[in-house]
């Protein structure tokens, strides 16, 4: 009996040994899969913190664009509206002045589009502020003109 309940002992410590060991390596496996899970949660904050950087510039970019695009709408009018800084109507003045008959040659106007400033960022504003009224003025080479150049100036400027 003593012999049957040796085997049996061993048995069952032979079982008991077996079962830790299959739990050991259950518990590497199971450790091993926690550290992959946790590299590939560190590896995906990564991608995404870096998603969202590219998604900052991208918009960034977009915002500059735009900014540089009503620059480029802005820089377009200003040149088109050049006459603007001459007065109102100014272009529907030089039209009108195009198509009329002049006693001498065409007006020539406004002076202030054949002045260019040296160091403008220096010069311009005291230039304006004193010959402001010199440079929307126009030339005439017969008087006989200046009654007709003038009744459309005071209608321009209504």
Same mark, same amino acid.
């Given at each position: 009996?003593?012999?049957?309940?040796? +085997? &049996?002992?061993? /048995?069952?410590?032979? *079982?008991?040994?077996?079962? %830790?060991? $299959?739990?050991?390596?259950?518990? +590497? &496996?199971?450790? /091993?899969?926690?550290? *992959?899970?946790?590299?590939? %949660?560190? $590896?995906?904050?990564?991608?995404?913190?870096?998603?969202?950087?590219?998604?900052?510039?991208?918009?960034?970019?977009?915002?500059?664009?735009?900014?540089?695009?009503?620059?480029?709408?802005?820089?377009?009018?200003?040149?088109?509206?050049?006459?603007?800084?001459?007065?109102?109507?100014?272009?529907?003045?030089?039209?009108?002045?195009?198509?009329?008959?002049?006693?001498g040659e065409k007006p020539?106007?406004?002076?202030?589009?054949?002045?260019?400033?040296?160091?403008?960022?220096?010069?311009?504003?005291?230039?304006?502020?004193?010959?402001?009224?010199?440079?929307?003025?126009?030339?005439?080479?017969?008087?006989?003109?200046?009654?007709?150049?003038?009744?459309?100036?005071?209608?321009?400027?209504?």
């Amino acid at each position: 009996m003593e012999v049957h309940t040796q +085997a &049996r002992r061993e /048995e069952t410590i032979r *079982k008991l040994q077996q079962a %830790r060991t $299959e739990v050991d390596e259950v518990d +590497a &496996r199971v450790k /091993e899969i926690v550290a *992959k899970e946790e590299a590939k %949660r560190a $590896e995906n904050e990564g991608i995404k913190r870096d998603g969202d950087q590219v998604d900052s510039t991208r918009k960034n970019a977009e915002r500059r664009i735009m900014q540089i695009n009503d620059m480029i709408k802005q820089c377009q009018q200003q040149q088109h509206n050049a006459l603007n800084p001459y007065g109102n109507n100014m272009k529907e003045l030089m039209d009108q002045i195009d198509r009329m008959k002049w006693h001498g040659e065409k007006p020539l106007g406004p002076l202030g589009r054949f002045v260019q400033v040296k160091e403008p960022e220096l010069w311009a504003d005291l230039l304006r502020s004193q010959l402001a009224h010199l440079l929307t003025a126009f030339a005439l080479t017969d008087t006989r003109d200046r009654p007709q150049l003038k009744r459309m100036l005071d209608q321009s400027r209504k």
